[in-house]
């Protein structure tokens, strides 16, 4: 699949957008609320990181969607993924110093262990899926989901020891590669899908549409159904832990979004507006990186708040200011990946990242 398909660029640039406002409020404004506008913010959490891992496993896919390889071009694809997932890790780990929630490592740990299945037909990475489902359930009855974390922080105490890491790596992190891993298989199912035929958007709309109405109205009655509550917890638990439920609805919904934006793209690909948020989803490593950086620093200054570990206790900043910060940021993002992709095919860190894993060349 040579032509690249502007409606995953698309979505890419919803996902990023997500991601400011999941990160934005976390820090300066409540990720417990659930009513009013700080309600409609909390609505991105869990959604936007579950796109970008099913994205990074259709990515994967995409670039390997050929029947007719040979041996030695199989072997260079996995050593450019391999290094393309080593520079991913070390990066996270380091970042992880600046910012404890990084997801940049486990998308490593994805990449690294999806490398053994990319030759695999289609149908492996639905059971590599379910796998990675069940062995996390496993790990449930072993080790108590909560060892190594300071909710009331958000901190993973022990995660600079090796089992710490090891069991924040695997197990409990913020996107640990059981079950996470998961959304990664099920994006390389999607990304062997043929997305030239229209009719495969709407299929994959439809059955994200059911999956989804179905666990939100199990999630929705959940205490009409039942007043065990450890089954409540179970049906709905939102991310820590990520249980069965939650990550139905999340990679429905992802379906539900993917599909939507294919469409998107196959109806107003050829516009500027679109050809602009599509170069905005082609520099999301460094729009990740940056908004955690700049981003974060940017709005401390506008809200006259110090970025530390106390900013959980204070009163959280109006939602409203988030909301508006965050768009005006993401307009900045696309203003400056429009101008830089007209020089460059790749964003500032994606193109370290390609130099290092496969050679490649920067400018046009």
Same mark, same amino acid.
């Not at 709407?202 to 089954?231: C, E, H, P, W």
């Given at each position: 699949?040579?032509?690249?398909?502007?409606?995953?660029?698309?979505?890419?640039?919803?996902?990023?957008?997500?991601?400011?406002?999941?990160?934005?409020?976390? @820090?300066?404004?409540? *990720?417990?609320?659930?009513?009013?506008?700080?309600?409609? $913010?909390?609505?991105?959490?869990?959604?936007?990181?579950?796109?970008?891992?099913?994205?990074?496993?259709?990515? @994967?896919? $995409?670039?390997?969607?050929?029947? /007719?390889?040979?041996?030695? &071009?199989?072997?260079?694809?996995?050593?450019?993924?391999?290094?393309?997932?080593?520079?991913?890790? @070390?990066?996270?780990?380091?970042?992880?110093?600046?910012?404890?929630? /990084?997801? %940049?490592?486990?998308?490593?740990?994805?990449?690294?262990?999806?490398?053994?299945?990319?030759?695999?037909?289609?149908?492996?990475?639905?059971?590599?899926?379910?796998?990675?489902?069940?062995?996390?359930?496993?790990?449930?009855?072993?080790?108590?989901?909560?060892?190594?974390?300071?909710? /009331?922080?958000?901190?993973?105490?022990?995660?600079?020891?090796?089992?710490? +890491?090891?069991?924040?790596?695997?197990?409990? #992190?913020?996107?640990?590669?059981?079950?996470?891993?998961?959304? +990664?298989?099920?994006?390389?199912?999607?990304?062997?899908?043929?997305?030239?035929?229209?009719?495969?958007?709407?299929?994959?709309?439809?059955? #994200?549409?059911?999956?989804?109405?179905?666990? +939100?109205?199990?999630?929705?009655?959940?205490?009409?159904?039942?007043?065990?509550? /450890?089954?409540?917890?179970?049906?709905?638990?939102?991310?820590?832990?990520?249980?069965?439920?939650?990550?139905?609805?999340?990679?429905?919904?992802?379906?539900?979004?993917?599909?939507?934006?294919?469409?998107?793209?196959?109806?107003?690909?050829?516009?500027?507006?679109?050809?602009?948020?599509?170069?905005?989803?082609?520099?999301?490593?460094? *729009?990740?990186?940056?908004?955690?950086?700049?981003?974060?620093?940017?709005?401390?200054?506008?809200?006259?708040?110090?970025?530390?570990?106390? %900013?959980?206790?204070?009163?959280?900043?109006?939602?409203?200011?988030?909301?508006?910060?965050?768009?005006?940021?993401?307009?900045?993002?696309?203003?400056?990946?429009?101008?830089?992709?007209?020089?460059?095919?790749?964003?500032?860190? &994606?193109?370290?990242?390609?130099?290092?894993?496969?050679?490649?060349?920067?400018?046009?």
């Amino acid at each position: 699949m040579k032509t690249r398909i502007i409606g995953f660029d698309l979505a890419r640039a919803y996902a990023i957008f997500g991601m400011f406002i999941v990160n934005f409020n976390t @820090v300066f404004g409540s *990720h417990t609320n659930h009513t009013g506008l700080s309600g409609f $913010l909390n609505l991105f959490n869990g959604n936007s990181s579950t796109l970008f891992v099913m994205l990074s496993g259709m990515g @994967v896919a $995409l670039m390997t969607n050929r029947n /007719d390889y040979t041996l030695d &071009e199989r072997n260079k694809i996995k050593s450019i993924i391999t290094k393309r997932s080593s520079f991913l890790f @070390v990066l996270g780990v380091v970042f992880y110093l600046w910012w404890p929630a /990084d997801i %940049l490592h486990f998308y490593g740990g994805y990449m690294h262990i999806a490398v053994l299945f990319i030759f695999f037909p289609k149908k492996y990475f639905l059971y590599a899926a379910a796998a990675a489902i069940i062995v996390f359930h496993i790990l449930l009855t072993i080790i108590p989901y909560e060892t190594g974390w300071n909710f /009331d922080t958000l901190m993973y105490n022990d995660f600079w020891t090796l089992k710490g +890491f090891l069991r924040n790596t695997f197990y409990n #992190g913020w996107n640990s590669i059981f079950p996470w891993i998961s959304y +990664f298989f099920l994006g390389m199912h999607l990304g062997r899908l043929d997305w030239k035929d229209n009719n495969t958007p709407k299929r994959v709309l439809l059955i #994200g549409i059911i999956v989804y109405l179905i666990t +939100f109205l199990i999630q929705s009655f959940a205490t009409s159904m039942t007043q065990n509550k /450890d089954l409540v917890f179970y049906l709905t638990a939102d991310y820590l832990p990520p249980f069965v439920p939650f990550m139905l609805g999340t990679a429905s919904f992802g379906l539900i979004l993917i599909s939507i934006f294919i469409l998107i793209g196959n109806k107003v690909g050829d516009t500027k507006i679109a050809k602009i948020l599509a170069s905005t989803g082609q520099l999301t490593l460094t *729009h990740y990186i940056a908004h955690l950086v700049l981003g974060l620093i940017f709005l401390s200054i506008i809200t006259g708040k110090t970025l530390s570990y106390d %900013l959980l206790k204070e009163i959280p900043t109006d939602p409203i200011i988030i909301l508006t910060y965050a768009i005006a940021y993401f307009l900045l993002c696309c203003t400056f990946s429009y101008f830089w992709t007209k020089k460059f095919k790749n964003g500032p860190l &994606e193109m370290l990242m390609r130099k290092i894993s496969d050679g490649q060349k920067n400018s046009r």
